[in-house]
């Protein structure tokens, strides 16, 4: 099997791209005025963040390993911000956290069919898997982590049967954390650190400690750079950070089609749990994740294209699907 960064490409494990502008943080083309899709999709975007009191925003396109479009606006509260400036990306963190749990499962160390007492015992549930709690089905609630850092598994309840209808529960992430942690022996950041961003060169990202659910701070080039990675792991069939099989499960769909959600991903779809984030120009095959601080990654393999949108803490863009279905046609419909 061909590796992505084998031979003299193993210490640049992020160096996969095919042609253009190289998708590193920090390479960013700023969108010039005179360019008029360049200024025509700044204006908007200006026009957006004005509209929407956002403090500071980074937007970026890539397509086949070039970037087409580079994005940053602030209101001048935030200090020299530009695309190089970590932002807190919600639950975008929840694909890393996945990426992790994949990775376990290329060692023989975890399947998604395992009951989560196999590794927490203590767990009140004892028919919840780890698939349940990736595709948000288990039908929990409850919130977990106490003062000193623990997590209070006595806290959980069960709102409907188990795997019979979806609500997110952001919370399943903190449980699979606690799981990584037990499998691994190590904090979650450091294994982060260790598996994707160093390999990656994804030097403005971090993960928040023993929290797997939310908590990454990160740039526009650095999710470019992990999402081009996996789409040319995908493209490719060369194995990266991941082997192609495990990319294959990231964009699988895992609730029999009733949810549109894979063990990492939302799936583009025409319900409102999180499939209409999506433009209505992306392809069916299109795949990503909102945060909750007015964020969306999105990936979209028909057309070898990745969509970054951060902003600092927009909650009224998060309170409606169309809010981010327009932004991402803007972008489609400006270069691509």
Not at 53 to 73: H, N, W
Not at 291 to 302: E, T, V
Request: proline share 3%; aromatic share 10%.
């Amino acid at each position: 099997m061909r590796q992505i960064g084998s031979g003299r490409a193993k210490t640049d494990a992020g160096r996969i791209f095919r042609s253009g502008q190289d998708s590193a943080a920090g390479a960013f083309p700023e969108g010039r005025e005179s360019d008029g899709k360049n200024g025509f999709c700044s204006s908007r975007l200006r026009e957006v963040r004005k509209t929407e009191q956002i403090a500071a925003m980074s937007v970026a396109v890539e397509r086949g390993g070039k970037i087409l479009y580079s994005f940053t606006d602030s209101d001048g509260s935030w200090e020299n911000f530009s695309a190089d400036t970590p932002l807190a990306v919600m639950s975008i963190t929840k694909i890393f956290t996945s990426a992790l749990l994949i990775a376990l499962m290329e060692e023989g160390r975890l399947s998604l069919y395992d009951n989560v007492r196999r590794f927490i015992p203590e767990f009140p549930f004892d028919d919840v898997l780890i698939l349940h709690l990736m595709t948000h089905t288990s039908g929990l609630s409850g919130y977990l982590n106490s003062p000193d850092g623990g997590k209070i598994f006595s806290r959980l309840t069960r709102e409907f049967p188990l795997d019979t209808n979806f609500k997110y529960y952001s919370s399943g992430y903190d449980i699979l954390t606690e799981a990584l942690e037990r499998i691994t022996g190590m904090d979650i950041r450091d294994y982060a650190k260790q598996r994707i961003f160093e390999p990656l060169h994804m030097n403005a990202s971090a993960l928040e400690s023993h929290t797997g659910k939310a908590g990454m701070m990160s740039t526009a080039g650095d999710l470019i750079r992990f999402s081009r990675h996996i789409l040319e792991i995908r493209r490719t069939g060369a194995a990266g950070i991941l082997k192609p099989c495990s990319v294959d499960l990231m964009f699988r769909e895992h609730t029999r089609g009733r949810y549109d959600r894979t063990p990492a991903f939302f799936r583009k779809s025409q319900t409102r749990r999180f499939g209409r984030y999506f433009g209505d120009l992306n392809s069916e095959e299109a795949v990503g994740h909102a945060g909750a601080s007015g964020c969306f990654l999105l990936l979209d393999p028909k057309y070898d294209a990745i969509l970054v949108i951060l902003t600092n803490g927009s909650r009224t863009i998060q309170l409606s699907d169309e809010n981010f279905a327009r932004l991402n046609n803007l972008l489609m419909g400006s270069f691509l």
